[in-house]
């Protein structure tokens, strides 16, 4: 079976994450979304209410599932059997970061391979921090997110 992991923070996770792993699972036999416990990040959600939210977001997309992991992401596609990372890339300003997590990841497991997956033309600009600041602001955000993940974020935050 060729299985991918999707790790991110998916805090929350929105219609580009999405739009990259309906991309993912026509390449792969199964794709897990790891949902990263330790983000080094101030998250709206914890890790259950993100690994909830990401299981409504998907539930009728065949050959995926969701799971949360904590420590180093190599370890956990090793412990998953999966041989592939799955990564989105928005713009040229996603790439040095990106390349810098994929050199480790290479370094710390050779035989876990990335690869970049392009978002629809109309979710380039969308990010997790973006949809949290306009809602926070008061701005509609119908429409990029998934209506569970809305729900989840407006009696989080108004």
């Known amino acids: 079976m060729n299985i991918a992991i999707y790790p991110g923070t998916f805090d929350p996770i929105t219609n580009g994450h999405i739009d990259i792993l309906k991309k993912a ?32 977001a998907v539930k009728n997309i065949a050959k995926v599932e969701v799971s949360s992991f904590d420590g180093l992401v190599v370890n956990f596609a ?30 710390l497991d050779k035989d876990i391979e990335t690869i970049f997956l392009l978002p629809n033309f109309e979710y380039l600009y969308l990010s997790s921090s973006m949809v949290k600041k306009v809602m926070k602001l008061g701005g509609k955000i119908t429409g990029l997110i998934p209506e569970n993940v809305e729900t989840a974020m407006r009696e989080k935050i108004l």
């Open 25 to 56: 699972v026509r390449i792969f036999d199964k794709v897990i979304i790891a949902v990263a416990e330790e983000t080094g990040k101030n998250t709206l959600f914890n890790i259950e209410e993100r690994k909830n939210i990401c299981s409504g």
């Open 78 to 107: 090793k412990k998953m059997n999966a041989s592939t990372m799955i990564r989105g890339m928005r713009a040229v300003s996603d790439f040095e970061y990106e390349l810098q997590l994929v050199l480790m990841n290479k370094k």
